[in-house]
């Protein structure tokens, strides 16, 4: 278990980090969210003691991390890739942490192993890939075969198999007990891997929840249609009640109504349908709606907004976002719904 209590840290103006507290338990995969700069990674040092906060404290199984006998035996982390001695071998980089953390030779090449590494045991690191410095990385972490592990941006530079193992891995060292704490801007990953998040914006927790509730409250249900008789079915819904909207490719859209009084319906006005099926966004979309007022770095490309709106001119900060006036002050009305510019027309 990880507790988290009134964690603070100041760079000069910036607080990077503004009184969080929470606590990451063992056997789930706890995810940690944020976007860029929000303060995951100094969050995550100070749980190292590699930074110092300003205030507050972290207590790893009861403890703070300095007073841990043999830290890498408690918690083991991947914070940065290739964080080890280049002109070492990737053998004897994980015997020199082995041996500072008295943990016997043997499990060096268990880990070695483990993370698929043994064909390159005796290869200098400074020549691995980007994948291979991750695994060493994650094998380090490993190494003493600790209760709590901490991975920041584990799946970076991975291939699609290496994604696909650390996934499982982290859920079996989970389900082994361990409490899992992982950070990750890849939404699609996230949502396979963990059970629940911690999301902080601009140093601050924006929610503590599980997978499911985060996705539920923070993004819109509703139900999609597709028929070849859609002016048919528009109007039967619409004289039933529904307030209908058109989506792109003949779909039709009805927030938060049930598949089944749709479908009996349909079928009381024997209307053919090719498509009913009930809809939830994806953590991204959940991610994004929650986090919207809280980005601090915009691309100024002319791409899309996070709400899914192109704005005039093609982008802007939020200091300059005409909208951001009737917008919730930040970190409010965040599972309201409505910030979706995927609907093209209310009808
Ligand atoms: N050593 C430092 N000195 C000054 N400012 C720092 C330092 N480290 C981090 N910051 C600032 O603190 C804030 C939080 O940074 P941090 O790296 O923790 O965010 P993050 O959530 O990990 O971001 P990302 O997702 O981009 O990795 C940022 O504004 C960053 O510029």
Redesign the pocket.
Known sequence: MIEVEGLT?R??R?L??DHLSFQVRPGVVTGFL????????????MMLDL?NPTSGSVRINGQGYHDLPDPLKHIGALLEAKAMHGGRTAYNNLLCLAQSNRIPRRRVDEVLDMVGLTAVAKKKSKGFSLGMGQRLGIASALLGNPEILMF??PVNGLDPEGIHWIRNLMKALAAEGRTIFV?S?LMSEMALTADHLIV?GQ?RLLANTSMADFIHQNSRSYARLRSPQPEQLRDVLRDAGYAVTEAGGGALEIDGAETERLGELAAEHRIVLHELSAQRASLEEAFMQMTAESV??HAHTGGEEPGGQLPPGGGWGPEQAPQQAQQPAWGQGWNQGGRDGRRDKEI
């Open positions: 840290k760079y000069g910036k990077a980090v944020g976007p860029n700069g929000a303060g995951k990674s100094t969050t995550m040092r930074d920041d941006e950070s801007h902080i140093g601090e770095y």
